[in-house]
């Protein structure tokens, strides 16, 4: 098969820029996919502009009042099940 020297040289042009993209990527995303960070801890975006950093003691209370707040658990309206045990019991 006949191939021109364009194709050839815009071929490995992109498979250049494909394993850069590769490279860049698992750069940033490795060490989260190997669980050695997790993902919201964001050492390397010191550039944007995020809520101000909270002192350790202030961390915790935030994530106290947090976990506290996920764990309340509501009541359930299960009506229909019970419709469905009294049809079971005649």
Same mark, same amino acid.
């Given at each position: 098969?006949?191939?021109?020297?364009?194709?050839?040289?815009?071929?490995?042009?992109? !498979?250049?820029?494909?394993?850069?993209?590769?490279?860049?990527?698992?750069?940033?995303?490795?060490?989260?996919?190997? !669980?050695?960070?997790?993902?919201?801890?964001?050492?390397?975006?010191?550039?944007?502009?995020?809520?101000?950093?909270?002192?350790?003691?202030?961390?915790?209370?935030?994530?106290?009042?947090?976990?506290?707040?996920?764990?309340?658990?509501?009541?359930?309206?299960?009506?229909?099940?019970?419709?469905?045990?009294?049809?079971?019991?005649?």
């Amino acid at each position: 098969m006949q191939v021109s020297e364009q194709h050839t040289w815009w071929g490995e042009a992109f !498979g250049v820029v494909c394993w850069l993209w590769v490279f860049h990527r698992a750069r940033n995303d490795l060490p989260v996919l190997l !669980g050695w960070r997790h993902p919201w801890e964001h050492d390397h975006d010191d550039d944007h502009h995020h809520a101000p950093h909270l002192a350790p003691d202030q961390q915790k209370q935030v994530w106290d009042d947090f976990s506290s707040k996920a764990m309340i658990q509501k009541e359930v309206d299960d009506d229909d099940e019970e419709e469905d045990d009294e049809d079971d019991d005649e």
